[in-house]
């Protein structure tokens, strides 16, 4: 089994958190695991992703190829759209539908949700509005490992172990909101889209 | 042996430590800048048993590290390529004075320039300085090259540079770590007087480090990070050296069809690239950064030289970085069937944090000097505010190297410009900028050097700036007139006042500074969360 993983997303959305988590999640049951992220001038305000791959065999290169991730998981749609090359045919995208339209040329966002409705497989949920729903506008990144979490081929009590690791330091209500911004997650990817 | 999961610079960092490292120094700069991090978080350095600092530039941080082997201890300088071209003074004579206590330089290069303004390949120095090198191929070898480096250091008195690329720096493994090793005890060299550049000890030091390179060869080919595995299909043979070799690996599997030389350490080992060369009828050399072991075996003699591919044939893209993609075009295999690419996204490049007081210093002088080129020159410099050259601000005219704002404001105020106008942040300015103020105030320059103070490093995540508020009496100790340094509140509700004062020091004909201070609202949040500075963000 290798699972190559795209993520992507905007400065300051907590996409190097999220890409932490399913690393950890992966480390915790033993996976051979690389991960790239981008760091400095790149990531201020600007374009934010990272090559996440894991196996139960050795792994060599930190980066993946062209058509071959096996899921591509976005915090914002038009970030998503940037990366559709990289899937694999029958490659998943896991998108939040709601924009960081912080550029001048933003393009219309139902084109955007439209292109990203065309793929074969396609979750699209509003991570913005479930996270705060479950308490916490940051918890927008774990709503969308929640509803990409169907594609990770991780075991769910090593992603809670992760999610919890990795927010423990910040109390109990902080683990639960990230617990519960996960649950809807889960749920919206499984409901109607 | 437990495992981490680790950066590859984080895994140099630990490495180093387990390794007995004693004091490790390094100017902040992208993808270096978590070496230092993760060293002056660690435990040793809490408990006081390690020296580790941020230094005014990675000149001075090499210089340190050259003092702390002098006193037999194990020392490491951590910067990013150009910051090498800083230090490029102290690497090339350290290299004839020599190491006692082991010495490594970390240098982490940037091809396809993620953050900086060229992709140098710091293996180019090596032929400069005669130092060996180690080259990690992944983050394991990164977590082993600090022992290795260390224990050639000792072994042959020579510092060692260890060369990482951004995607090894700033990409995640699972690390097996050992038990760390004791430090070094204090000890002054049996030999000091190799220290003495004086021409005719230098000359005894340099024949020794010309004499030593032979060694330094064997070193290479005996060593861990090289290693020679031969394939039945001797049409091609493969030389990849550091992460390079990781591409070969997965594209091809393990073990693979063709003979296969990975390079891991510096000079070449030789005997290697001659078996390769003779037992292949054409090479494809894969290496992150310049051509440069391509070129090295393009100039083997005639009768020897097979078949040679690479960047300087068009096989592997001539600049960038190497990426899966490119390294399967060169080894000829098909593309893997792949969805085209949307044309809807917009760019989205990097910008200025809404609230930056950098924005507001950049309105202003806009403002203050008008349209360019008839307004005026503004000579930047590198930092976050580069990132007002860029709309809605096209604020600044240039960006070169660390100092030049100043520097080529005052060469250009000579040359008949006005106003010449220069732009630097706190930290850059004592980084290279110290300088170039003294000779504009010892010629009584034209010019009009604004410092945007925001008390930190801001763009490599928030290091404390070498500054440390002490920007006007700096300026004043270097002769810069008392009533010409004003200080100024970059903030909106300032707006009128700061183009007032801008306005008022273009005017005048001797040199000037205006300090525009505020903090950078990153650091500012994080103090308010009562996080340490330039842990939580890594740039």
């Not at chain 1, 791959?53 to 792994?59: F, G, N, S, V």
């Not at chain 1, 979490?149 to 330091?169: H, K, N, W, Y």
């Not at chain 2, 039945?232 to 693979?256: F, K, M, N, Q, T």
Request: aromatic fraction near 4%; proline fraction near 8%.
């Amino acid at each position: 089994m290798t699972r190559n993983v795209i993520l992507a997303g905007v400065g300051g959305q907590g996409l190097l958190a999220l890409a932490a988590i399913i690393a950890e999640a992966a480390r915790l049951i033993g996976l051979h695991l690389r991960q790239a992220e981008v760091h400095g001038m790149a990531q201020r305000g600007g374009v934010v992703q990272s090559h996440l791959r894991y196996a139960d065999q050795p792994l060599h290169a930190n980066l993946i190829r062209m058509g071959t991730a096996n899921l591509l998981l976005a915090l914002e749609p038009m970030e998503a759209l940037r990366y559709v090359a990289y899937l694999a045919p029958d490659g998943a995208v896991v998108a939040n539908t709601a924009p960081m339209a912080g550029i001048p040329d933003y393009p219309p966002l139902e084109t955007i949700l439209a292109e990203l409705s065309a793929l074969p497989q396609h979750r699209l949920v509003d991570a913005a509005a479930l996270a705060r729903e479950a308490g916490s506008p940051q918890a927008a990144n774990m709503v969308l490992l929640g509803a990409g979490s169907a594609f990770l081929g991780l075991p769910e009590d090593a992603l809670a172990a992760s999610i919890r690791a990795q927010f423990e330091t910040k109390g109990h209500a902080v683990v639960e909101t990230n617990f519960a911004a996960f649950r809807l997650g889960v749920a919206a990817a499984n409901g109607p889209t | 042996m437990t495992t981490r999961l680790l950066l590859g610079n984080e895994a140099l960092a630990q490495g180093a430590l387990d390794a007995g490292l004693s004091a490790a120094y390094a100017y902040p700069g992208t993808p270096s800048t978590e070496i230092t991090e993760h060293i002056l978080h660690s435990a040793q350095v809490r408990r006081g048993e390690v020296t580790c600092a941020w230094t005014a530039n990675e000149k001075t941080a090499l210089e340190a590290a050259l003092g702390a082997s002098y006193a037999g201890r194990r020392a490491m300088a951590s910067m990013k390529h150009v910051g090498l071209n800083v230090a490029a003074d102290p690497f090339v004579n350290a290299a004839i004075a020599g190491a006692h206590g082991g010495l490594i330089v970390n240098v982490a290069d940037d091809p396809s320039m993620h953050s900086s303004q060229n992709e140098q390949d710091s293996r180019v120095y090596l032929d400069l300085s005669l130092v060996p090198c180690i080259e990690p191929a992944d983050q394991q070898e990164a977590y082993r090259a600090p022992a290795h480096a260390f224990g050639l250091s000792e072994r042959h008195r020579i510092p060692v540079m260890i060369r990482l690329t951004t995607r090894l720096a700033h990409s995640r493994a699972t690390v097996a770590t050992a038990p760390a090793c004791p430090q070094n005890p204090f000890s002054l060299p049996a030999d000091p007087r190799r220290y003495i550049l004086l021409p005719a000890l230098a000359r005894q030091s340099y024949d020794r480090l010309v004499a030593l390179q032979s060694t330094l060869v064997r070193e290479s080919e005996q060593g861990p990070f090289t290693a020679y595995a031969d394939g039945p299909d001797r049409s091609l043979g493969i030389v990849a050296c550091g992460i390079a070799y990781g591409y070969a690996l997965e594209l091809l599997g393990e073990p693979c069809p063709h003979p296969i030389l990975k390079i891991g350490q510096y000079p070449l080992p030789e005997a290697h690239l001659d078996r390769i060369a003779s037992s292949c009828k054409r090479l494809l050399v894969l290496e992150e950064g310049f051509p440069y072991v391509e070129a090295k075996l393009r100039g083997l003699p005639a009768r020897a030289r097979p078949i040679v591919h690479g960047r300087l044939t068009g096989h592997v893209p001539r600049t960038g970085e190497l990426t899966p993609d490119a390294v399967a075009h060169a080894l000829g295999l098909p593309p893997s069937p792949t969805r085209a690419a949307s044309t809807t996204p917009a760019p989205r490049p990097p910008a200025l944090c809404p609230g930056c007081p950098h924005a507001d210093t950049c309105r202003a002088l806009s403002e203050a000097i008008g349209p360019r080129p008839a307004g005026g020159v503004v000579f930047s410099d590198i930092g976050c505010y580069t990132l007002g050259a860029l709309p809605p601000y096209a604020a600044i005219d240039t960006c070169v190297e660390m100092g030049a704002s100043i520097t080529m404001a005052k060469g250009a105020a000579a040359a008949g410009l006005h106003p010449a106008v220069a732009l630097i942040g706190d930290s850059t300015f004592t980084h290279s900028g110290l300088t170039g103020l003294l000779d504009c105030v010892r010629e009584a320059a034209d010019v009009t050097i604004v410092i945007v103070d925001n008390l930190t490093v801001a763009m490599t995540g928030g290091q404390p700036s070498a500054a440390e508020s002490r920007i006007v009496p700096i300026c004043a100790g270097l002769g810069i007139a008392p009533e010409r340094i004003r200080v100024i509140e970059p903030h909106p509700k300032q707006h009128a006042e700061n183009v007032r004062v801008l306005r008022e020091e273009i005017d005048r004909p001797e040199p000037s500074v205006i300090v525009a201070r505020r903090e950078c609202i990153q650091t500012a949040r994080r103090r308010a969360r009562g996080e340490r500075s330039g842990a939580k963000e890594r740039t």
